[in-house]
């Protein structure tokens, strides 16, 4: 977009905001459905204050929200998931509050390698029997931190290694492992590439990309549908909107493609604000945006 149209389509969005913002939340959610939202809005659930907590769920409720990114941990830790009755909790949580879980995340890998620690191939082989038995798609393999693979061939060439050996699994069990680090989209290509499967796939984060300098509109046509299993759409210090991603772009890359997966709120909180009133903002936000594409 050139400016011009980009400043007027700002102050419609944010005309449309004030207008969602008037309406009760239930409401809200009801007015953004009919008006033909054709995506799922969800959070992380580190990022609202509940890693690995069922009362996740209650939080993402008050938001507005249609479902929780649920943090998958190493084994015995607290609400382990590799436990029937503690997926049943969670089953009957989603239930209660009508919400769904989006997906599984393994941010545990930025702490303890995929690339080098032997622990992590049981750990991602526990998350490909599980995610099933939840009835969900997608688990987030994360690559930060001490997990960083970025400019290290060796590491990457050991990640395609290890994910070629559990990606028949994968396949088998109907879901995805999604790779999330600070690779562009010719290196996140040459891994799913080495891997040979659909079962592995890139989860997608606007804000990570950008602090990198790519040009994240051109990588998400370059990976394409096929290859992104779930995008989070995130700012650090900024609400959604008013941050250094230009999401109306991002918007029209997204429907070029064909995406009609989950979006995933994560950050995008600033001080003088509760979380709850930071992620209300965020989420009707993106449900005008993306109804308006």
């Not at 604000?273 to 209300?280: A, H, P, T």
Request: with cysteine.
């Amino acid at each position: 977009m050139d400016s011009i149209t980009r400043r007027q389509y700002l102050a419609d969005s944010l005309s449309s905001l004030g207008a969602l913002a008037a309406l009760p939340l239930c409401a809200t959610l009801v007015q953004a459905r009919a008006q033909g939202a054709a995506f799922k809005i969800g959070a992380c659930d580190w990022s609202i204050g509940k890693t690995q907590k069922p009362e996740a769920f209650a939080v993402a409720q008050e938001i507005g929200l249609d479902g929780v990114e649920v943090s998958f941990g190493q084994p015995g830790s607290a609400n382990d998931l590799r436990d029937a009755s503690v997926r049943a909790k969670y089953q009957e949580v989603c239930q209660s509050t009508g919400l769904e879980i989006s997906s599984l995340a393994m941010g545990m890998l930025n702490s303890i390698p995929y690339a080098s620690d032997p622990r992590t191939e049981g750990w991602v082989a526990d998350v490909v029997e599980v995610l099933p038995k939840l009835g969900v798609k997608c688990c987030l393999l994360a690559f930060f931190g001490n997990g960083d693979i970025k400019g290290d061939r060796a590491k990457q060439d050991e990640v395609i290694r290890r994910l070629k050996k559990v990606a028949p699994r994968a396949e088998q069990a109907g879901v995805v492992l999604g790779i999330e680090s600070w690779l562009n989209a010719d290196d996140h290509l040459r891994i799913l590439d080495g891997v040979g499967s659909p079962a592995v796939q890139v989860y997608y984060d606007v804000c990570n990309m950008t602090d990198q300098g790519y040009d994240i509109c051109k990588e998400i046509r370059q990976l394409g549908k096929d290859r992104i299993c779930q995008i989070h759409i995130k700012e650090n210090g900024y609400l959604i909107g008013q941050g250094k991603v230009d999401l109306p772009p991002v918007r029209d890359a997204i429907a070029e493609i064909g995406y009609r997966g989950w979006l995933i709120l994560e950050g995008a909180t600033v001080r003088g604000k509760s979380l709850v009133e930071c992620y209300q903002h965020n989420q009707k936000y993106l449900r005008t945006l993306f109804a308006a594409g």
